[in-house]
Nanobody
Framework: QVQLVESGGGLVQAGGSLRLSCAAS????????MGWFRQASGKEREFVAA????????LYADSVKGRFTISRDNVKNTLYLQMNSLKSEDTAIYYC??????????????????WGQGTQVTVSS
């Protein structure tokens, strides 16, 4: 029912910035929790950040807090992740996700229903 398409990934040097976008189609997601996960080679998929319009709340993983900013434009049905001060440890495939978020913002993959294909972010060290 919901399609998510990420874009904006690429190669950047450590300390640089990158902005990821996630275009959503299908149902309006104004009531959804939406966020970003990432998966580095050989590692488990991990939570990065998420947001929910109700209450204007956001949630960030400790590893990206203060460096990444999540935002959404519900008119354009687009989710963004502004990534600053990038580190080599940020290298991963980044996935956009959406879920019902009935009671808050999940920080585990099982808390989300819809997933994008992912976009590669590579930070040179």
């Amino acid at each position: 029912q919901v399609q998510l398409v990420e874009s904006g990934g690429g190669l950047v040097q450590a300390g640089g910035s990158l902005r990821l976008s996630c275009a959503a189609s299908g149902r309006t997601f104004s009531t959804y929790a939406m966020g970003w996960f990432r998966q580095a080679s050989g590692k488990e998929r991990e939570f990065v950040a998420a947001t929910k319009l109700s209450g204007g709340i956001t949630l960030y993983a400790d590893s990206v807090k203060g460096r990444f900013t999540i935002s959404r434009d519900n008119v354009k049905n687009t989710l963004y992740l502004q990534m600053n001060s990038l580190k080599s440890e940020d290298t991963a495939i980044y996935y956009c996700t959406a879920g019902r978020g009935l009671y808050g913002i999940p920080n585990t993959a099982q808390g989300y229903t819809y997933w994008g294909q992912g976009t590669q972010v590579t930070v040179s060290s």
